[in-house]
């Protein structure tokens, strides 16, 4: 197995040593490489297509061929997952005059391919300050919304339970009352590693308590500054890394390494709260 004083690995694995890895590589070419069924979790961010300089990547294709080259990597990523496995996407507004519905192309994308879609939480940023958009000011003639939000848009593989050890449920009822609710306001990531667009942590560490269990194995096709592989990691899971930029990935590389397992919180007994009522 590499360890994480290894340089990142590069192209194609063998599939025996896949986890807990930093992988160089394509999305989709890696991901074709990583057993089926074999990830519990996937939480990423994806290049948005907005001309955002990242190392090494144009982040500029036509719209329809952005959508299908990320169907591509949905495809792959179905396979991998385990049933009732699932995949947070997180996805931006686009820009304030340009709008593109992108979150409703993406999820449509992914409701084709037979993914269950679960939810959409509203991360809230909290970056409007005092600002406005302007636009027409104080007239309705062409008034514009600022997006202080992002989306995390919730998906699950043929099922909507997952199986795995009730002991192994580490979220406290104090968090799960808070996470349950789909508001989640969260400020952005300030520390950009050297990065254009890394997500803070907090918002991993929801994700991650609240969709797995420890021990599971928990993927980001797209890591950038490796925020899920280290959140992963802290919380006693498995990670699998993979970008295509050999900067991040030795960003990340070293993140990880500086990062330990920390023990479960421990909590006290409480009685859980009223129930709401939920089909499945
Ligand atoms: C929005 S950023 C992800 C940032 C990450 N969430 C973080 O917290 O740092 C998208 C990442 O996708 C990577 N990327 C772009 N095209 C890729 C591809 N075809 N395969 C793998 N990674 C790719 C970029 O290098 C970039 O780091």
Redesign the pocket.
Known sequence: MLTENEPPTSGRRPTEDWRDQVIE??????LATLPSGSVHLAV?????NLG?P????S?DLAYGQYLA?LKE?WTELQRVLVVGGRFAL?VAPTSIKDFRPIHHDLSRGLRDLGFIMRTEIIWYKQTMGRRTAWGSWRSPSNPHIVPSWEYVLVFAKGSWRLDGDRAEADISARDFEKFSDGFWAIPP?RRR?G??????ELL?ERIVKFYSYRQNVVL?????????AVVAKRLGRHYVY????PE?CLG?RRRIASTAPAPPEEEGPRAAPRRHAVRR
């Open positions: 590589g394509d999305a989709r070419e890696v990423t961010s994806p290049p948005y955002i990242y190392q090494g990547y982040d080259w990597v997180n990531e590693n990065h254009p667009a890394p997500f803070p991993i980001d096709m797209f890591g950038g500054t490796g925020t899920v993979i970008d295509r930029s991040y990340a």
